[in-house]
Structure formats: C-alpha cells, structure tokens
Nanobody, 123 residues
Framework: QVQLVESGGGLVQAGGSLRLSCTAS????????VGWFRQAPGKEREFVAA????????YYADSVRGRFAISRDNAKTTVYLQMNSLKPEDTAVYYC????????????????WGQGTQVTVSS
C-alpha cells in the first residue's frame, strides 16, 4: 500500500504558476505509477497528467499539455506538478493518484488517492 499527501495549492492570478507536490509513504514508491486528477465544483473528476514508475514516460490531458509538467524524485518519494500559464478554468481540487504498473485515465479505476489540494486561479 501507499499513502499520498498533496501540498502546494493556493490562490494565484491568471498567467501565474504553482507547483504541487505529492509525497508518498512506503519504501516501494518506485513500483507505482503516479498521476494527477482534478475536480472542479459541479464537475466530474478528470485526468490531468501521469508519470511512469521510473519517470521515463509522461502523459497529459489536452487541456494542460504544454502548460503543465509532471516529474518525480523517487529518492524523495515525491511527484511534482509544475503548472504554468494558469487559467481560471484550472481552478479545482487537485488529487494525487497512484497505482501499480500504470495510471488509468478514468478515476474509478484508481486504487490510491491523496486528500486533495485546492488550486484557485483568479481572473
């Protein structure tokens, strides 16, 4: 099992940047693929980005590709989401997710979740 804790959310103006962190417990962190999802008020949770177990592959939703970057430091058991050129429509609670082998893009197939961190982008 793995436990996930997100941090780094906050309030930022449109065009600004934030970096989210997801720190995991457990010594087998490198066995897990990790991803980020987000959920805006009144909307379903949606896939944002994912990274493979050793970081060789990254995947992004079309809405964030070119603006967000996911990375990981297995020695620190931490995954990062660098968010640049933020837009008001990026406002949501951002959740870290983990699974063995790969991250599905549908939330109901994810086995491990963090508690979420709020990101608010003002116009």
């Amino acid at each position: 099992q793995v436990q996930l804790v997100e941090s780094g959310g906050g309030l930022v103006q449109a065009g600004g940047s934030l970096r989210l962190s997801c720190t995991a417990s457990g010594r087998t962190f490198s066995s897990y693929a990790v991803g980020w999802f987000r959920q805006a008020p009144g909307k379903e949770r949606e896939f944002v980005a994912a990274i493979t177990r050793i970081g060789g592959g990254t995947y992004y939703a079309d809405s964030v590709r070119g603006r967000f970057a996911i990375s990981r430091d297995n020695a620190k058991t931490t995954v990062y989401l660098q968010m640049n050129s933020l837009k008001p429509e990026d406002t949501a609670v951002y959740y870290c997710a983990a699974d063995l082998v790969r991250i599905a893009t549908t939330p109901d197939k994810i086995n491990y979740w963090g508690q979420g961190t709020q990101v608010t982008v003002s116009s």
